[in-house]
């Protein structure tokens, strides 16, 4: 015999042994599955029940992340916006104790102008107080 046909020899045989065993073993399964089928379906419908709730528990706990990080982007949405709040009122607070120092400024500085006029009249009176008097001394 050639290599070549010992060769298809062996291949014929291995796969004629191949489909033996597929063969004999195809029953067996098929015997198991009809006498275990009631068992079979029950654990095909705990498995199916079990991998509802996967995704039912999968589905409610991306809910709850979701939920919860709307949650969180509110919360720091109302933080900001509380920041903001109080930046701005510590703004006009500031704005408005300026403007008060200001107009306190203002005020002391117009005071300083009165009191200084006043108080170069009063020097120019009294000046002229004493001309007066030293020229009736004068004419004495």
């Avoid at 992340?65 to 709307?70: D, E, G, L, R, T």
């Avoid at 607070?93 to 108080?119: G, L, P």
Wanted: net charge negative; hydrophobic share 45%; glycine share 0%.
């Amino acid at each position: 015999m050639s290599l070549q046909a010992i060769s298809r020899f062996l291949t014929a045989a291995v796969m004629a042994a191949f489909v033996l065993a597929i063969t004999t073993a195809r029953p067996a399964k098929v015997s198991a599955q009809q006498y275990s089928t009631p068992k079979a379906l029950h654990e095909a419908q705990e498995e199916q029940d079990r991998a509802a709730k996967a995704a039912r528990d999968a589905e409610q706990d991306q809910q709850r992340a979701m939920a919860k990080a709307a949650h969180e982007a509110q919360e720091e949405q109302a933080r900001a916006a509380r920041a903001a709040a109080d930046a701005e009122q510590d703004q006009q607070r500031a704005m408005n104790h300026a403007a008060h120092e200001a107009q306190e400024d203002r005020d002391r500085a117009a005071k300083a102008a009165r009191d200084a006029e006043q108080d170069q009249q009063r020097a120019m009176e009294h000046a002229a107080h004493e001309a007066a008097e030293q020229q009736v001394r004068m004419r004495r």
